[in-house]
């Protein structure tokens, strides 16, 4: 059996998924047989796999990186919120149940045996496995029924390593008491440190990590610097805000900006859509929240929904509604993406996630739509290449064909597809022409711009940053011979 360590982070959005996705691509530069693994992943953000199943998108980018294609083996347990208290449940790519928080206890023992048997069986196939841990390992509120933390850890003997973003604050109390709230069993899995998001000296933050060190007896493998460049497939929730721009703009090629602005749904799925656009010279892409944010936006896009009616409905009480109807009436561009385009039909019947029955849509869109019990999952290459995650199929459809992959009407387009705009001959395009129905004639579309190869490149930079600023060579150790002997740090919190 391989060697396999688990990459923790002391919180979410602290650069877990980074750090595997850069050890798994460093690791196959060196022709190392590696794979990805994450045990249970939260999120709305997806990906389609070989076998059509669906698994967390981080998983699948760290597949990638492996240079392997994505897998319902690297990611067997997918929760998808649909609301503060319940989730879809996903088990090996498929839904299998709803589950709320309350509840979640009872299905325990059947997902950690899941979960058991397939990190087993990658281990018995690769020569190494990645694990990405799944929030943070101190919430000990729910170590009971953890399958993703230490509860996987102490299960399968792996060795910890806890990465924090230090651009938050707070850094070395966050690795402190990540490990003293630990019970001792689970503290000796907790081998040591890496640092992320620096900015500064790595001097000034050296003696602190020397006291880390003498407190904790675990030291720190690296400090990896802040970098700009690391945005693309975002996953968690928490860095999609509003008023945040997306990604890292760059000037534009013509005379004018074409601005963007992506509605941030409460239960906004694949967000990561949008990340195409914002890789576009001159393209300005901002997460809003209310009708005033889209006064100066040339282009509106309404993204992907986990909840489209609960969603649709919080459109209408945020007045976000009637601007983008107001937007549309003024032949500005609409883009909608999936649940967004849901949003866009005439009327949509739902019986299966918010059973409101017919609603109706916001009508830019001559078409309808109804929710299915079983949901599409279907992945495609050619002509253009996306995939599609969802339960409502459009039953009606009078609006014009665009592109072989959705409806257009003016300059309102929508399509069930996400990853679709990672089409560069077909964001060109669709840029081109919603640049001239928004005015933006000196906007001018780059004709040099390859997302997957940004992808790649930014799978290379992470790597690199590890070489770099990482002892990659001690944290490899550790697969070798397991969990050092480490202390137990004593705080009287813990019996």
């Not at 496995?129 to 943070?136: L, N, T």
């Not at 602005?261 to 859509?273: C, F, Q, V």
Request: charged content about 25%; some cysteine; glycine content about 10%.
């Amino acid at each position: 059996m391989s060697g396999a360590l688990l990459v923790a982070g002391t919180t979410s959005d602290a650069g877990k998924s980074m750090v595997v996705a850069g050890l798994c691509r460093l690791l196959a530069h060196k022709g190392v047989r590696v794979a990805p693994f994450k045990a249970q992943n939260m999120s709305n953000n997806s990906a389609v796999t070989v076998e059509g199943g669906e698994i967390g998108r981080a998983q699948a980018l760290q597949a990638r990186a492996a240079g392997l294609p994505p897998s319902v083996r690297f990611n067997p347990v997918l929760l998808k919120p649909g609301s503060d208290r319940s989730s879809q449940l996903v088990l090996r790519g498929q839904v299998v149940d709803t589950v709320r928080a309350a509840d979640y206890h009872t299905h325990r023992r059947r997902l950690a045996a899941v979960v058991a048997d397939e990190l087993r069986s990658l281990r018995d196939e690769f020569d190494v496995v990645i694990v990405e841990g799944a929030g943070s390992p101190a919430e000990i509120n729910l170590r009971a029924t953890d399958i993703a933390n230490m509860g996987l850890a102490r299960a399968a003997g792996l060795p910890v390593v806890v990465v924090g973003d230090i651009d938050r604050g707070g850094l070395l109390a966050h690795f402190f008491g990540t490990v003293a709230v630990l019970e001792p069993a689970d503290q000796r899995l907790i081998c040591g440190f890496v640092v992320n998001k620096f900015r500064g000296d790595p001097a000034l933050l050296a003696p602190g990590l020397e006291q880390l060190h003498e407190l904790t007896g675990r030291p720190t493998y690296g400090v990896i610097p802040y970098s700009d460049e690391l945005w693309l497939d975002t996953e968690d929730s928490v860095s999609v805000v509003a008023g945040r721009t997306v990604g890292r703009p760059h000037p534009p090629r013509g005379r004018e900006w074409l601005r963007i602005g992506a509605i941030r749904l409460p239960r906004i799925s694949n967000s990561t859509d949008l990340e195409a656009l914002a890789c576009e010279p001159g393209v300005l892409v901002r997460w809003v929240s209310d009708p005033a944010d889209l006064a100066d936006a040339d282009v509106v896009v309404l993204p992907g929904s986990k909840a489209t009616v609960r969603d649709l409905a919080w459109l209408h009480e945020r007045g976000l509604a009637e601007a983008v109807l107001d937007h549309a009436r003024r032949g500005r561009p609409v883009l909608g993406i999936c649940g967004g385009f849901q949003m866009l039909c005439a009327r949509i019947e739902d019986a299966v996630e918010s059973r409101a029955g017919t609603v109706s849509g916001l009508g830019l869109l001559d078409a309808d739509i109804a929710f299915g019990e079983t949901k599409i999952l279907r992945h495609h290459e050619t002509p253009w290449h996306g995939y599609e995650i969802h339960h409502g199929r459009l039953i009606r459809a009078a609006a014009d064909d665009w592109c072989g992959v959705g409806l257009r009407s003016g300059a309102v387009y929508g399509t069930h597809w996400h990853g679709l705009l990672d089409n560069d001959e077909l964001r060109r395009g669709w840029l081109t022409e919603a640049a001239s129905a928004a005015g933006r004639h000196g906007f001018v579309v780059a004709d040099d711009i390859d997302v997957r190869a940004r992808r790649d490149a930014q799978l290379d930079a992470m790597a690199d940053l590890l070489t770099s600023h990482v002892d990659v060579d001690a944290v490899l150790g550790l697969l070798d011979g397991g969990p050092p002997e480490l202390p137990t740090i004593t705080t009287g919190l813990v019996p």
